[in-house]
C-alpha cells in the first residue's frame, strides 16, 4: 500500500493564480481531511468529508474548496491565490471516527508559496 | 471549544536523556489524547494514545498517561537517540469528527 499520496511535493504560485492539490489514498478509508500547517504552528483544518460526496468545513476554510467524488480522491482547489496561503498542505484519512479506534494517516504534504 | 497547549520547543537534549515534553488540554467530557510525531520532511505518525482517564500510551520507548484530574497527558522517554529528533504534537479527539492539535514542540538530540 502506497498509504496517503499527495503532489505535488512543492509549488510556488503567483497571487490570483489558482491551483489544485491533489491527494489519494489507497486504504479504503471513508473520512479524509485537510490541514495547513504554519511555521511554528499546529496543524489546523481545512476541510474534511465523511465519505463520497459529503464534504463539510473545518477551522479554516476560506478561500478553499473540496470536492470528493471517489473514496480514493479528495482534492483541495485554491482559487484566487493570497500570501496568507502560503503554507504547508497535508492530507490525512482515516477509517472510523470513533475514538478507540482513532488513527489518521498523514501524506508527506505540498509545501506551498504564494508571492 | 477544545484546546492543546504544549510546551514551546525546541527543545535540546543530548543523546540518553530524559525526555519530558508537557502538553495540556481543555475539553468537555472525556476525550482520547494523542501524540503524533512529525521526521523532517514528512507528514505526521500517530505515536501513542490513551482513551480513558488513567490509560497509559506507549510506544518505542515514549509513554504518556492520561491524568484527567491535572488534565495533561505528558509524553516522556527514559533515553533519547539522534533518531529521536523531530516534530511532537499532542491532540485530542472528544467525540466529534476533529483532531484538536497543539503547536507542536521541536526536539533536537545532539550526539
Known amino acids: 500500500n502506497a498509504g496517503v499520496t499527495q503532489t505535488p511535493k512543492f509549488r510556488i504560485l503567483k497571487i490570483g493564480q489558482s491551483m489544485t492539490l491533489q491527494c489519494t489514498q489507497d486504504?479504503?478509508?471513508?473520512?479524509m481531511y485537510w490541514y495547513r500547517q504554519d511555521p511554528g504552528m499546529g496543524l489546523k483544518l481545512i476541510y474534511y468529508?465523511?465519505?463520497?460526496?459529503?464534504?463539510d468545513k473545518g477551522e479554516v476554510p476560506n478561500g478553499y474548496n473540496v470536492s470528493r467524488s471517489t473514496t480514493e480522491d479528495f482534492p483541495l482547489r485554491l482559487e484566487l491565490a493570497a500570501p496568507s496561503q502560503t503554507s504547508v498542505y497535508f492530507c490525512?484519512?482515516?477509517?472510523?471516527?470513533?475514538?478507540?479506534?482513532?488513527?489518521?494517516?498523514f501524506g508527506p504534504g505540498t509545501r506551498l508559496t504564494v508571492t | 471549544g477544545n484546546s492543546v497547549t504544549q510546551m514551546e520547543g525546541p527543545v535540546t537534549l543530548s543523546e540518553e536523556a530524559f525526555l519530558t515534553i508537557n502538553c495540556t488540554y481543555t475539553?468537555?467530557?472525556?476525550?482520547?489524547l494523542f501524540w503524533y510525531v512529525q521526521y523532517p520532511g514528512e507528514g505526521l505518525q500517530l505515536l501513542l494514545k490513551a482513551t480513558k482517564a488513567d490509560d497509559k500510551g506507549s510506544n518505542k520507548g515514549f509513554e504518556a498517561t492520561y491524568r484527567k484530574e491535572t488534565t495533561s497527558f505528558h509524553l516522556e522517554k527514559g533515553s533519547v537517540q539522534v533518531s529521536d529528533s523531530a516534530v511532537y504534537f499532542c491532540?485530542?479527539?472528544?467525540?466529534?469528527?476533529?483532531?484538536?492539535f497543539g503547536g507542536g514542540t521541536r526536539l533536537m538530540v545532539k550526539p
Open positions: 486504504m479504503n478509508h471513508n473520512y
Open positions: 475539553a468537555t467530557g472525556y476525550p482520547s
Open positions: 491532540a485530542l479527539n472528544n467525540a466529534g469528527n476533529m483532531l484538536t
Open positions: 468529508s465523511v465519505g463520497a460526496g459529503i464534504t
Open positions: 490525512a484519512s482515516s477509517y472510523s471516527l470513533t475514538s478507540d479506534s482513532y488513527e489518521q494517516y
